[in-house]
């Protein structure tokens, strides 16, 4: 398995509080993705970063925001956590190689805003 | 990136060949179809991914149609552990992989 640590694995929380979910990677890749997925759906892209310091909005980024200080490192950040924002969190992480360029995935961060 | 179309379930029987198809009728010339799947509540996992040829690895044989309009994805001998939603997922190679999943499809190995 790719070196891929999300922190924590679950979390219960209540409306309105901050959330901070962590990524960390040890395959130095350049490129990290936060994803989200409810029930019934496939994952929808929040946001994403393409190295220190250089994130970008991904489908569905209202409510979040994200920050990558180091390049192991991704945070996704609920500055107010909603109900609706209850759902399972996925990290992911590639490389913009020439041949090997699939994403490998965490084993994601159940959160639950009650 | 390009739509696909998936159908939502399928079965097969444990030891057969499982052969999952996917649409993608406005794919472009410079893109890949990528396969990835999730068992239960795991992250996805890559599977396999080609441009126009058929490709082979050691989990899955990836048949594209000459026209790119579609393609198959073939697990050889489907065990239990093979249960899980698969997505096809069309995309360049290059930069950053934003995946857009859709609903997959639902593949269920019977012993």
């Known amino acids: 398995d790719a070196g891929i640590t999300q922190s924590p694995r679950h979390k219960v929380t209540e409306t309105g509080t901050p959330v901070t979910l962590r990524c960390h990677q040890t395959e130095n890749h350049r490129y990290m993705y936060w994803y989200r997925q409810d029930p019934g759906h496939g994952l929808r892209l929040i946001h994403y970063s393409y190295g220190v310091k250089d994130t970008d909005k991904g489908e569905v980024s209202d409510g979040y925001s994200v920050s990558r200080s180091k390049t192991e490192d991704f945070l996704l950040t609920l500055e107010s956590a909603t109900s609706s924002q209850t759902s399972v969190y996925f990290c992911?992480?590639?490389?913009?190689?020439?041949?090997?360029?699939?994403?490998?995935f965490g084993q994601g961060t159940r959160l639950t805003v009650v | 990136d390009a739509k696909t179309t998936q159908p939502p379930s399928m079965d097969c029987a444990e030891g057969r060949a499982a052969n999952l198809p996917c649409n993608h009728s406005t794919i472009s010339g410079n893109e890949y179809v990528y396969w990835y799947r999730q068992i239960h509540s795991q992250g996805p996992q890559y599977i396999i991914h080609g441009l126009k040829n058929n490709e082979t690895n050691e989990m899955a044989s990836l048949i594209i149609t000459e026209d790119r309009k579609s393609s198959t994805l073939i697990l050889p001998h489907a065990t239990l552990r093979d249960t899980a939603v698969y997505y096809c997922i069309v995309r360049v190679v290059q930069g950053a992989q934003k995946l857009v999943f859709g609903q997959g499809t639902r593949l269920t190995i019977n012993p």
């Open positions: 992911a992480i590639s490389d913009p190689g020439q041949t090997n360029t699939e994403a490998f």
